[in-house]
């Protein structure tokens, strides 16, 4: 992905700038998406077959006294392009509205989506299919 007017030595930045940008737009448009702390980091987990995309964590940040969660995009899908990447920040904007709403959307210690989390995927704009695993 290239980040107009970014050079090397603020690309990480610019590219966190973008990320903001397209959360606040999100949240433009479903107003239940909470501000969040965004960050970019490895998506690879300790095992050879665990990668994440992104993450919903609540509560993870204290920006100036205020408990904010915190989203994380993989770096390793950056590779993905501009879409996929969106689709990404909708699926844990999803999570964002569940946790604005204290809305259970997650099973099995948080490792399978629910139909919760369908139904407010689909209010964000995803299209969701339920995996045969």
């Known amino acids: 992905m290239t980040i107009a007017g970014a050079d090397d030595t603020g690309a990480a930045s610019a590219l966190v700038?973008?990320?903001e940008a397209t959360w606040a737009a999100i949240a433009a448009h479903h107003p239940e998406v909470p501000a969040v702390v965004v960050v970019?980091?490895?998506?690879?987990?300790?095992?050879?077959?665990e990668l994440k995309?992104?993450?919903?964590?609540?509560s993870r940040w204290d920006v100036a006294g205020d408990s904010r969660p915190e989203v994380l995009i993989g770096g390793e899908g950056l590779q993905r392009g501009p879409v996929p990447?969106?689709?990404t920040l909708?699926?844990?904007?999803?999570?964002?509205i569940a946790s604005t709403r204290d809305v259970q959307d997650t099973s099995r210690?948080?490792?399978?989506h629910n139909s919760a989390f369908r139904r407010l995927a689909i209010e964000?704009?995803?299209d969701?299919?339920?995996d045969g695993s």
């Open 128 to 130: 969701v299919a339920q």
């Open 124 to 126: 964000v704009g995803l």
């Open 40 to 49: 970019v980091a490895a998506g690879s987990g300790r095992r050879s077959n």
């Open 85 to 87: 990447v969106l689709g």
């Open 90 to 96: 909708l699926h844990e904007a999803a999570h964002g």
């Open 109 to 112: 210690q948080g490792r399978y």
């Open 17 to 19: 700038a973008v990320l």
């Open 53 to 58: 995309w992104g993450h919903f964590a609540a």
